[in-house]
């Protein structure tokens, strides 16, 4: 995968991380990256036009991902 921006390489971890015990950890660190580059966005007229749509496309496949995290079972 391609890194253009910064917040990307948490993204890029999380996408490609194999243990599923440490994929929702990889899924909250790029959550938080993207938070943090778009607070400093917002402060920047939003940058280029590409960097907005590629935090969109971003998230949608957080979210995606997140949908694969196994739920904690609850104690018995």
């Given at each position: 995968m391609n890194v253009d921006y910064e917040w990307q390489r948490p993204y890029v971890a999380a996408v490609l991380e194999t243990d599923r015990s440490k994929l929702s950890e990889r899924i909250a660190e790029?959550?938080?990256?993207i938070r943090a580059r778009v607070a400093e966005l917002s402060q920047d007229h939003f940058g280029t036009p590409e960097e907005p749509m590629a935090i969109e496309a971003a998230v949608r496949g957080l979210k995606t991902l997140s949908q694969?995290?196994?739920e904690a079972k609850p104690p018995s």
């Amino acid at each position: 995968m391609n890194v253009d921006y910064e917040w990307q390489r948490p993204y890029v971890a999380a996408v490609l991380e194999t243990d599923r015990s440490k994929l929702s950890e990889r899924i909250a660190e790029a959550h938080s990256a993207i938070r943090a580059r778009v607070a400093e966005l917002s402060q920047d007229h939003f940058g280029t036009p590409e960097e907005p749509m590629a935090i969109e496309a971003a998230v949608r496949g957080l979210k995606t991902l997140s949908q694969e995290v196994p739920e904690a079972k609850p104690p018995s």
